[in-house]
Nanobody, 125 residues
Framework: QVQLVESGGGSVQAGDSLRLSCAAS????????MGWFRQAPGKEREFVAA????????YYADFVKGRFAISRDNAKNTVYLEMNSLKPEDTGVYFC??????????????????WGQGTQVTVSA
């Protein structure tokens, strides 16, 4: 079992920055691939970014490339999502997800076993 708790969401203006955190407990975090997804009202949950178990590989959705950065600190059992140049279309609930194992980066919801409850990000124009 892996328990995930997201934090860092909030209401900001377009162009602002936020850093989301996802704290993990339970199974060995350092052996998990991690991902961030988001879900806007009335839309499907979509992939945002992923990082492999040791941080050596990352992968991003096209719509966040150059603006968002995923990172992890295995000593703190935490994965981060640094979000810059935020746009109104970035509004949604952001979820982190975990997949135990020394896997590469993954961008499909079904590839992840554990999910957090989400943190709301609202970007106003």
């Amino acid at each position: 079992q892996v328990q995930l708790v997201e934090s860092g969401g909030g209401s900001v203006q377009a162009g602002d920055s936020l850093r989301l955190s996802c704290a993990a407990s339970g199974r060995t975090f350092s052996q998990c691939a991690m991902g961030w997804f988001r879900q806007a009202p009335g839309k499907e949950r979509e992939f945002v970014a992923a990082i492999n178990w040791n941080g050596g590989s990352t992968y991003y959705a096209d719509f966040v490339k150059g603006r968002f950065a995923i990172s992890r600190d295995n000593a703190k059992n935490t994965v981060y999502l640094e979000m810059n140049s935020l746009k109104p279309e970035d509004t949604g609930v952001y979820f982190c997800a975990a997949r135990p194992g020394f896997n590469t980066v993954m961008n499909l919801k079904l590839q992840y076993n554990y999910w957090g409850q989400g943190t709301q990000v609202t970007v106003s124009a």
